[in-house]
């Protein structure tokens, strides 16, 4: 969705460098979310956010931090990252107000050599 | 527990053959959302169920929801190159988490020409 923007878009970093992924969206949504894909295991929830002062752990957040700056943007930060982070990256987004459709941003690819 | 299983994890078929692909729980479901994700793109909202016995078309398309709400399945009859990626279910998770989606592992479709 085009309304939802993903920084960078791909991203080669060395082990226990830490990096930051950045998303912002366009939509006037309330929740954010972060994800992470692997081949086979479909998309598994890390973070998410109700609202700008509401953080909540998702299925597998050990090793990763989020900020909800604003109400527009979330980032993911991988405090110290390893190889099997891994992974493609997905922020997505959803309104109280829409049946929580989930709209997500285009993907971060990362690799952690 | 609050999973969904998806059958079959990859589905070939020549164009112009039928697919479906199921999504179970063993637990009853509020609703659930079909997504698609294009190779290389990112997961986009199909449609949502709510309804015990429920069968909703999109065009080739057709969803249905269980009577009892613990099975969904998608249908494409007549299958396209453009039907090509991967299907994901998604329950939305009940209690104090409420619209915390849980998705399949999804189904990959290839579709040879």
């Known amino acids: 969705d085009a309304d939802v923007t993903q920084t960078p878009r791909n991203r080669i970093t060395k082990t226990g460098k830490r990096i930051m992924l950045e998303c912002s969206q366009t939509k006037g949504h309330d929740r954010m979310y972060w994800y992470r894909q692997d081949p086979g295991l479909g998309l598994q929830l890390i973070y998410y956010?109700?609202?700008?002062?509401?953080?909540n752990k998702g299925e597998i957040s050990d090793g990763y931090s989020v900020s909800r700056q604003a109400q527009a943007k979330f980032s993911l930060s991988l405090e110290s990252a390893i190889p099997n982070q891994t992974a493609l990256y997905f922020c997505a987004t959803s309104d109280t107000r829409g049946s929580d459709i989930q709209y997500f941003g285009a993907g971060t690819r990362l690799s952690v050599l | 527990g609050q999973q969904v299983m998806q059958i079959p994890q990859y589905q070939h078929v020549q164009e112009g053959e039928d697919f479906t692909t199921y999504c179970n729980s063993s637990?009853?479901?509020?609703?659930i959302q079909w997504y698609k994700q294009r190779p290389g793109g990112h997961p986009v909202f199909l449609i949502q169920l709510v309804k015990s016995g429920e069968v909703k078309k999109q065009k080739r398309l057709t969803f249905q929801f269980g009577e009892a709400k613990k099975n969904s399945s998608l249908h494409i009859t007549a299958t396209q190159t453009t039907d090509v990626g991967t299907y994901f279910c998604a329950r939305q998770n009940s209690g104090g988490s409420n619209y915390k989606l849980t998705f399949g592992k999804g189904t990959l479709l290839t579709v040879n020409p």
């Open positions: 637990t009853t479901l509020s609703n």
């Open positions: 956010s109700f609202d700008v002062k509401d953080i």
